[in-house]
């Protein structure tokens, strides 16, 4: 079918040139944000934290669905006003909304309970193992359920 991209090259546009480049030792020595800019986790936690209170504008119209991607990397992406959403099961929250990076960051704030957790990393591999095994204890503790991270995805 012309026109349709094939998912080699829906792919490219999510990886960086040379995936490798990520161990140099430019890369590793540099300073790299998560999230696409810098900040602590103290900050980052203090704003999503005040927009699932609301202090930000409505958390409905924050929450407000903007359209889901299909991708070859992170699997399906559902979006609501800059934000993915993640559905949890087994917990108080049926979903969380938040960002990860490639890095394996992740950002998230609780709807329902009006919390928000980030976890800051720079692992810099092709997985996301470290930052799933921590996630389980903070869903655990948290009691918000087990959080879809990048079900469906590549990794």
């Known amino acids: 079918q012309a026109g349709v991209a094939g998912a080699a090259s829906q792919f490219a546009h999510e990886m960086p040139l040379n995936a490798g480049m990520i161990n140099s030792s430019l890369a590793r020595d540099g300073c790299i944000p998560g999230f696409g800019a810098f900040g602590t986790a103290k900050g980052v936690c203090a704003l999503l934290g005040a927009a699932a209170r609301g202090e930000m504008g409505p958390l409905a119209a924050l929450k407000?669905?903007?359209g889901t991607e299909v991708s070859a990397v992170y699997g399906e992406r559902v979006w609501a006003r800059g934000l993915q959403v993640y559905?949890?099961?087994?917990?108080?929250e049926a979903h969380v909304l938040g960002l990860h990076s490639f890095g394996g960051s992740f950002a998230f704030l609780c709807p329902r309970s009006a919390s928000s957790v980030c976890i800051l990393l720079n692992d810099g591999q092709l997985d996301y193992s470290v930052t799933r095994r921590i996630l389980d204890v903070v869903s655990e503790e948290l009691g918000i359920g087990q959080i879809d991270f990048l079900g469906g995805g590549l990794f």
């Open 64 to 66: 407000a669905s903007s």
């Open 87 to 92: 559905d949890c099961s087994g917990g108080t």
